[in-house]
């Protein structure tokens, strides 16, 4: 069975302590990693897309990366405003289309 | 650019009531579907389509029907609402084949009573 498990589930940092969130995944045809941003009250926010091992992708202080079972978003010096819940999704070749199977996330507070 | 805009915001419905979820997107995305959202599960695929007149079903397709006769619009209807359908729904949009990311809408927060 397909999983996504995310790790913490919760995330307390104070300004400029970086860390790292944790995606691992067991999904046979992994054909996408996606990492999304969800403010409350809002609707996830698109972040990357990551294809296969080795692969990173940077966004001002964010940066994903990628190995054969499992992705880490890096948050370098994060600020209050990067508060959030950051959620993992894989596309599986099994899937229709471009569906998406999510994690559950890392609600991400950042304290001043 | 209005993106994908759903309607309404917040809904109470009774057991047993029908209601429709609106969604439409202005960007001629091909693809649309619907997510729930409840806490500690994570995003649930509902139903999808890949285009005008096609649609096919998700992870939890029970309780729920769609159409598309547009490529801008992709409804959700709740036949007969029970509590287990108290949820926020999220519609979300992209072209096919290209891995951009979906675009979502700000969510329905729907309450079954």
């Known amino acids: 069975e397909d999983q996504v498990t995310q790790s913490p589930e919760a995330l307390r940092l104070q300004e400029g302590e970086s860390s790292s969130l944790n995606c691992s995944y067991t999904?046979?045809?992994?054909?996408?990693l996606f990492w999304y941003r969800q403010d409350p009250g809002k609707g996830p926010e698109f972040l990357f897309t990551?294809?296969?091992a080795g692969e990173e992708k940077e966004k001002e202080r964010l940066k994903a990366t990628l190995t054969k079972k499992e992705s880490f978003l890096h948050i370098t010096a994060p600020k209050p405003e990067d508060s959030a819940t950051y959620l993992c999704?894989?596309?599986?070749?099994?899937?229709?289309?471009?569906?998406?199977?999510f994690g559950t996330g890392t609600r991400l507070t950042v304290i001043p | 650019n209005a993106g994908v805009t759903q309607t309404p915001k917040f809904q109470v419905l009774k057991t047993g009531q029908s209601m429709t979820l609106q969604c439409a997107q202005d960007?001629?995305?091909?693809?649309m579907s619907w997510y729930r959202q409840d806490p500690g599960m994570g995003l649930r695929l509902i139903h999808y389509?890949?285009?005008?007149?096609?649609?096919d079903q998700g992870e939890v397709p029970n309780g729920y029907n769609v159409s598309r006769s547009t490529t801008e619009d992709f409804p959700l209807r709740l036949l007969s609402a029970a509590p287990s359908q108290t949820s926020v729904y999220f519609c979300?949009?992209?072209?096919?084949?290209?891995?951009?990311?979906?675009?979502f809408g700000s969510g329905t927060r729907l309450t079954v009573v």
């Open positions: 979300a949009s992209s072209y096919l084949g290209v891995d951009y990311g979906y675009t």
């Open positions: 999904v046979s045809g992994l054909r996408g």
């Open positions: 990551l294809y296969s």
């Open positions: 999704a894989v596309r599986r070749s099994r899937s229709g289309a471009n569906n998406l199977f």
């Open positions: 960007m001629n995305h091909e693809y």
């Open positions: 389509s890949v285009g005008a007149g096609i649609t």
